[in-house]
């Protein structure tokens, strides 16, 4: 089924290669296309592809979209952004809500943006953002007691948000950051409708969704707007986030409403996925408890269980960041995103159209058993004698691959692991009762409405 290396579109897409059409997959039904299935199940839907074909046409009502299958074909794919930009239906609609930051912008202005914002993730900057992650990990670590039951998203978030803000902008966001955790869930909930929604006209009616949804998005414009007026009136240079992209502002760099997206893109960013991550490393504990065990001993030898572990203990928590990468195989927090094909193109033994919206989805490569065998099964002990790293064969895509890859991984990467260590060296969690939590496919993937209890070890 793998596409045929070293033939067809290997190197440069070019459509001049020839190349047939995708298969269509099965099921659906006119005008609609697959809408059904992927709004019943889209998980399971996306699963069924791969034995269809490597690259396969879907109907998303009228339009169609092509979901690459093999891995070979997704780095391709992902590594030529020049051909296949960001757009279709997931950028074109993420883009009301985060605006035209590095995530969502196009190719041509995609390398400027990046090396601007680079220098906030060079690694020699981890060391001072991890003591942060420690102490906000202890301080929502800190605030539970014996036999509570935890919302455990709320807590998630709460560390997620603080520790961004805290290294990533210092004190002058903080209130771009309430605002960001009180409205997040009408921006997401407006985000997920427009997703789902193929009548675009719809989202113009004075319906209350839609005016809760351009509220909490003038909101958030405010709350970062006198972010960064107070920022400038500061004039400190902090060497965070918001101070590399004032220094861009000017004429060549980045003007006030560029400054806004890049702002709301990077809290947006790093607090939904490292919460929807952590939430699910901490439900999978709570059903392991074997591997939780192990966790807790892992930290306990690694700090002496007296004092939190620190970055310098990384290198040591070796189990802990298999937890994680397993987490991730099998619940990636971005579980589908989109291209849009600039020009027409050749992808492996297939010509897409220029226009075409590509979809890519980790979690379909993650769940493929020709890759990990018994998919299904959470097993972090795959990655003993694996790679951790995010793999450059297109196997392994947590935070993406090629040029648009996500420039917070390692950041994240940091965070989760010591928060993770922290808790387990701490607490003890407990499912409330032992029917497995159901995935919620929507922007991101998440375990919905996730409560557990913890029990202190000391
Ligand atoms: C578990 C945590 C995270 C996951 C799973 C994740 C996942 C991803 C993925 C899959 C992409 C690529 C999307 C694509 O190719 O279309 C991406 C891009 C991005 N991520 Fe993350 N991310 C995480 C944490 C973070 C953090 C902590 C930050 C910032 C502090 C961040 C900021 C970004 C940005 C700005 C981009 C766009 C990069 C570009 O296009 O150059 N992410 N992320």
Redesign the pocket.
């Known amino acids: 089924m793998f596409g045929k290396r070293g033939e067809g579109g290997r190197g440069p897409a070019n459509f001049d290669q020839g190349g047939g059409a995708p298969p269509r997959a099965a099921g659906g039904v006119p005008v609609f296309g697959h809408v059904g299935e992927l709004r019943r199940d889209p998980l399971g839907f996306l699963r069924s592809l791969p034995a269809q074909g490597d690259v396969v046409e879907v109907g998303l009502g009228p339009v169609k979209a092509f979901v690459v299958c093999e891995p070979g074909l997704v780095r391709e794919l992902?590594l030529d952004d020049r051909t296949f930009d960001?757009g279709g239906r997931?950028?074109e609609k993420g883009r009301q809500v985060v605006g035209d930051?590095?995530?969502t912008?196009t190719h041509d202005r995609?390398r400027r943006?990046?090396r601007l914002?680079q220098p906030v993730?060079h690694p020699g900057r981890l060391p001072g953002y991890a003591r942060v992650m420690t102490e906000q990990a202890q301080v929502v670590a800190g605030s539970w007691s014996d036999g509570l039951v935890i919302d455990v998203d709320a807590q998630m978030r709460k560390l997620a948000t603080a520790t961004?803000v805290r290294t990533?902008f210092t004190p002058h966001a903080g209130v771009a950051a309430e605002t960001l955790t009180a409205v997040t869930h009408d921006l997401l909930r407006g985000l997920d409708w427009r997703l789902r929604n193929p009548v675009r006209a719809l989202e113009r009616l004075p319906t209350p969704a839609n005016r809760r949804f351009r509220r909490a998005k003038e909101q958030m414009r405010k709350a970062v707007e006198q972010a960064v007026a107070a920022y400038r009136r500061l004039g400190a240079d902090e060497g965070d986030a918001l101070w590399v992209l004032l220094q861009g502002s000017g004429d060549e760099g980045l003007d006030a409403g560029e400054i806004h997206d890049q702002v709301l893109?990077?809290l947006i960013?790093?607090t939904e996925?490292?919460t929807?991550?952590l939430a699910w490393a901490l439900y999978l504990l709570a059903r392991h408890p074997g591997l939780q065990q192990r966790l807790h001993e892992e930290c306990v030898a690694v700090t002496g269980g007296e004092r939190p572990p620190w970055f310098e203990d990384l290198p040591q928590l070796g189990f802990a960041e298999q937890f994680l990468t397993e987490t991730?195989r099998l619940h990636?927090?971005?579980w589908v995103?989109?291209?849009r094909a600039r020009r027409s193109a050749i992808l492996g033994p297939y010509a897409l159209p220029q226009g075409a919206t590509i979809i890519?989805s980790?979690y379909l490569v993650h769940t493929r058993a020709d890759l990990y065998p018994r998919p299904e099964v959470f097993d972090p002990g795959r990655w003993a004698d694996r790679p951790v790293r995010p793999s450059v064969d297109g196997t392994y895509?947590?935070?993406?691959?090629?040029?648009?890859?996500?420039?917070?991984?390692r950041?994240?990467?940091t965070?989760?692991t010591l928060a993770l260590a922290q808790i387990a060296q701490q607490w003890t969690l407990e499912p409330l009762d032992q029917a497995p939590v159901q995935p919620r496919a929507r922007v991101a993937l998440t375990p919905h409405g996730l409560r557990l209890r913890v029990r202190s070890r000391t």
């Open positions: 992902l960001k997931f950028y930051g590095l995530a912008c995609h943006q990046r914002l993730f961004v990533l893109t990077l960013g790093a996925t490292t929807d991550t991730q990636p927090a971005v995103v989109t291209r890519f980790p895509l947590p935070f993406g691959a090629g040029p648009r890859k996500c420039i917070g991984d950041f994240a990467m965070e989760m």
